[in-house]
């Protein structure tokens, strides 16, 4: 291969360098935003928890007062049996003091249900608060590993820049804009090389498609200095070392 081919497949080799570097330092950004949003995840676990509980407990309150106020006309019909006048009236008395009595046995078994719910529901709101301070405990643990890991992923890439800017000076600003818009296209991956199948003269294709390519495309490369790109993928190609023997 002539300097332009050279020199694009060894651009290639330092843009697969910089992009893994910067898929490493996202990657250790990404852990934090991951262990922050469990931690905002479980932060609104234990609020609507909190909510349910101070809901359920105006409820139960609701029913205390009431269980009070039946209380309270308890008492009052059983002075009033003390001073019936007659057995109608008695019995009428009794009946209403009976009915009373099992309306307040039901709002004292509704007020136990809903005290045992929020006892239930606090020590989920306990479990979930420690687990909040695991969970930051955590987070800062893998913030300062970020932080740390970032600062060493920062440095290795401004390297691997800088290794890349100047190769990228050695190759002509046409072959170099090419070069751009295919690795954009592709994730970096804007050279590949031909493949041979078998032992077949005439028989090749891309390296990234794995379209076949014509005999002819293979001769231009091996005689010009040039950008030959895939007529399926538009990939540059450049001759694989077998095929450059």
């Known amino acids: 291969m002539g300097p332009v081919l050279d020199g694009l497949v060894k651009l290639q080799s330092v843009e697969n360098r910089l992009r893994a570097a910067k898929a490493k330092l996202t990657r250790c950004r990404r852990a934090v935003i991951i262990q922050e949003n469990q931690v905002r995840s479980l932060q609104s676990a234990?609020?609507?928890?909190?909510?349910?509980?101070?809901?359920?407990?105006?409820?139960?309150?609701?029913?205390?007062?009431?269980?009070?106020?039946?209380?309270?006309?308890?008492?009052?019909?059983?002075?009033?049996?003390?001073n019936a006048r007659t057995n109608?009236?008695?019995?009428?008395?009794?009946?209403?003091?009976?009915?009373?009595?099992?309306?307040?046995?039901?709002?004292?078994?509704?007020?136990?249900g809903?005290?045992?719910?929020?006892?239930?529901?606090?020590?989920?709101?306990?479990r979930?608060?420690?687990?909040?301070?695991?969970?930051?405990?955590?987070?800062?643990?893998?913030?300062k590993?970020?932080?740390?890991?970032?600062?060493?992923y920062q440095a290795e890439i401004e390297q691997i820049q800088?290794?890349?800017?100047?190769?990228?000076?050695?190759i002509p600003t046409v072959h170099l804009e090419i070069f751009k818009r295919v690795a954009e296209t592709y994730d970096g991956q804007a050279?590949?090389?031909?493949?041979?199948?078998?032992?077949?003269?005439?028989?090749?294709?891309?390296?990234?498609?794995?379209?076949?390519?014509?005999?002819?495309c293979v001769n231009l490369l091996l005689t010009r200095d040039d950008i030959i790109r895939c007529p399926n993928c538009t990939r540059i190609l450049v001759l694989g070392a077998e095929e450059r023997k």
């Open 46 to 82: 234990f609020e609507a928890k909190k909510e349910e509980i101070q809901l359920t407990q105006v409820q139960c309150d609701r029913l205390e007062l009431e269980l009070k106020s039946k209380d309270e006309a308890i008492n009052k019909l059983r002075a009033s049996l003390n």
């Open 128 to 143: 979930i608060k420690q687990e909040i301070d695991e969970q930051k405990q955590q987070l800062e643990q893998i913030r």
């Open 162 to 170: 800088t290794e890349w800017d100047s190769l990228a000076k050695t």
């Open 191 to 216: 050279v590949v090389a031909i493949e041979q199948h078998g032992n077949r003269s005439d028989a090749f294709s891309c390296g990234g498609c794995f379209m076949g390519i014509t005999a002819e």
């Open 114 to 126: 809903l005290m045992k719910d929020i006892e239930t529901d606090q020590a989920e709101c306990n």
């Open 88 to 112: 109608k009236e008695y019995a009428a008395l009794l009946t209403q003091l009976n009915t009373t009595k099992a309306d307040n046995s039901k709002l004292e078994t509704q007020i136990l």
């Open 145 to 152: 590993k970020s932080e740390s890991l970032a600062i060493e």
